[in-house]
């Protein structure tokens, strides 16, 4: 059983820049989410997409976006990039979308805004 | 809103030591708590998860209890090793229609060999 993986692991991108993050669900996981974790911080929950539909989103402007594939891959768009952006991007994949399922989380993107 | 308050923020201790960690939440309406170990620059691996209508969960070394009515969880580490050395994180999964989790911002553990 694979886990959780995202792709890249680093990224340094130029403010005003889009930036896109993908993740790739743990076998048998049909719901993935993403987060936010500045340094030093708690993860911030951005949004939840379940059988490639979003069910679920935290305090982030519009310019955070995501997709769900039928293959169940998640990406995270970012567009108009700020420094505060800069951090570190956790997916998170569970069994299903709502409930008493615990999550898996991949090793993350850190995104560097300069 | 919920909250969710980890305490202390950071912890050294001696090997062999036995220790607890400790995590409040404002609002008792969750569907689960689950504990996580983050490693500098990493990313999070799942230790306990307690669903709201468990006390505790064991695994190895590692007890988490959770009393929902109090909004309280507690990770206990026997015997600790300076492999155990990382963040704790707890998280509670909130019931509303957001399905988010609800993150402490942690406790950092240092165990000295």
């Known amino acids: 059983e694979t886990g959780v993986t995202q792709s890249p692991t680093h990224l340094i991108k130029t403010r005003g820049q889009q930036v896109t993050l993908r993740c790739s669900s743990q076998?048998?996981?049909?719901?993935v989410s993403w987060y936010q974790q500045a340094l030093g911080q708690g993860p911030q929950f951005i949004f939840q997409y379940y059988r490639e539909e979003e069910n679920g989103r935290g305090n982030f402007p519009p310019r955070f976006s995501g997709l769900q594939f039928p293959n169940y891959s998640s990406e995270l768009n970012v567009n108009a990039l700020e420094l505060d952006d800069s951090a570190l991007y956790l997916c998170a994949s569970s069994p299903g979308g709502t409930g008493v399922y615990g999550y898996t989380f991949g090793s993350g993107t850190r995104l560097t805004v300069v | 809103k919920q909250e969710v308050t980890q305490i202390p923020a950071a912890l050294s201790v001696p090997e062999g030591e036995n220790l607890v960690l400790n995590c409040s939440f404002t609002?008792?309406?969750?569907?689960?708590l689950q504990w996580f170990r983050q490693d500098p620059g990493k990313g999070l691996t799942s230790l306990l998860l307690i669903q709201s209508s468990q006390r505790e969960q064991t695994s190895g070394r590692l007890n988490a209890s959770l009393d929902k009515s109090s909004g309280r969880s507690t990770l206990y580490i026997a015997a600790s090793q300076p492999g155990d050395s990382a963040t704790y994180l707890c998280a509670v999964r909130v019931v509303d229609n957001n399905n988010d989790m609800r993150f402490g911002a942690g406790t950092r553990l240092t165990v000295k060999p």
């Open positions: 609002d008792s309406a969750i569907y689960n």
């Open positions: 076998s048998g996981h049909n719901t």
